[in-house]
Nanobody
Framework: QVQLVESGGGSVQPGGSLRLSCVAS????????MSWYRQAPGKERELVAS????????NYADSVKGRFTISRNDSKRTVYLQMNSLKPEDTAVYYC???????WGQGTQVTVSS
């Protein structure tokens, strides 16, 4: 069955970095666009970044442009989110999603605090 398993979350000080990973199984990973979303307490889930199949195109939310980088390794069936210059407002649960048909991972917590 389809599975997406995120890892790499944790607690970091402002200005720090984290790299999230999402390992996929149960489908042909290279055929699908993938996305990262996040949901902060009391807020709606929002799109952070997306990457097309074959890494042809990437898109970012304005709030993370220049700080976050999405990438993928099809041989490892993994999509990454490199997060630099983290801010307290980046605190959220981060979710990996396969695009169309959508499938969600379970999420990983990122906390940015001094």
């Amino acid at each position: 069955q389809v599975q997406l398993v995120e890892s790499g979350g944790g607690s970091v000080q402002p200005g720090g970095s984290l790299r999230l990973s999402c390992v996929a199984s149960g489908f042909t990973f290279s055929n699908y666009a993938m996305s990262w979303y996040r949901q902060a307490p009391g807020k709606e889930r929002e799109l952070v970044a997306s990457i097309s199949s074959a890494s042809i195109q990437t898109n970012y939310a304005d709030s993370v442009k220049g700080r976050f980088t999405i990438s993928r390794n099809d041989s490892k069936r993994t999509v990454y989110l490199q997060m630099n210059s983290l801010k307290p407002e980046d605190t959220a649960v981060y979710y990996c999603k396969r695009v169309r048909p959508d499938w969600w991972g379970q999420g990983t917590q990122v906390t940015v605090s001094s």
